[in-house]
């Protein structure tokens, strides 16, 4: 199933929220996002289980435990000319959410709001954990070059992401395997694919992998 922009669709709402994300207002992108994965679940998706919870959270007392590598910051848009298919279309629903509670997580991290920014990292972490169950799924059902370059960029994005919000958490070893895998992925993007001239999709591909490759190295 995929789904075209309409005023009312999915499509249309996540890149609404997407603006808003990127405007700074995250109450209401959180609820364009949210509104959107409400509409692609009525299309008859399955819900996907929580993974089991972490353990005890630690804070890290107000200092930003991973400052020195970068935040994947940018939310996802879905363009209406290349139709995603739901599972996608979810994954980049679910990751624009978990960026939001980052991003208000990282503004609160300090000792007098520790307990707020524990909250946030783990809701954060959570929705990342479901975003990439998503993409496990749908790793065999990519179709084109355009789509599977996209699935990488989730993938890259996500994984990023979850090892900051572990590495903030003190949940070391589960950050250093989020930044070993995504060490994985961007070794095969940028040394293991057959280059495919001309294709747009895999030039941006290749700028933000070079751009996350020290993250992995660092956080590794």
């Known amino acids: 199933m995929e789904y075209r922009q309409t005023q009312s669709s999915p499509v249309h ?6 603006k808003h994300l990127r405007d700074g207002d ?23 289980p929580d993974e089991e919870e972490a ?16 935040l994947w ?21 679910v990751f624009n959410a978990a960026l939001i509670h980052h ?14 920014a524990i909250q946030r990292y783990h809701a954060a972490t959570k929705l990342y954990r479901q975003c990439i169950q998503l993409l496990e ?16 960029m989730y993938k890259i994005a996500v994984v990023n992401n979850l090892g900051l919000c ?17 060490e994985r992925i961007l070794i095969f993007v940028l040394f293991g694919r057959v280059s495919v001239p001309g294709d747009d999709t895999e030039a941006n591909l290749i700028a933000r992998a070079k751009q996350f490759l020290p993250n992995a190295q660092s956080g590794a």
């Not at 000792?111 to 707020?116: E, F, L, Q």
């Not at 799924?137 to 699935?151: D, G, H, K, R, V």
């Not at 572990?166 to 930044?179: N, P």
Request: hydrophobic letters at 35%; proline letters at 4%.
């Open 103 to 116: 991003l208000q997580a990282i503004q609160t991290n300090s000792p007098n709001d520790i307990s707020k």
């Open 166 to 182: 572990y590495a903030e958490l003190g949940m070391h070893q589960q950050s250093q395997r989020c930044f070993q895998e995504l």
């Open 55 to 70: 353990g005890p959270l630690s804070a890290s007392n107000g200092e930003d435990a991973s400052s020195a590598l970068h």
């Open 26 to 48: 995250h109450a209401i992108a959180l609820k364009f996002f949210m509104q959107a994965l409400e509409d692609i679940r009525s299309f008859g998706t399955r819900e996907y």
């Open 73 to 93: 910051s940018d939310p996802f848009t879905l363009e209406d000319r290349v139709p995603a298919p739901v599972v996608t279309s979810s994954a980049c629903l």
């Open 13 to 18: 709402q996540n890149n609404i929220g997407a």
């Open 137 to 152: 799924n749908f790793q065999f059902l990519s179709t084109s070059e355009a789509c599977y370059n996209q699935w990488l």
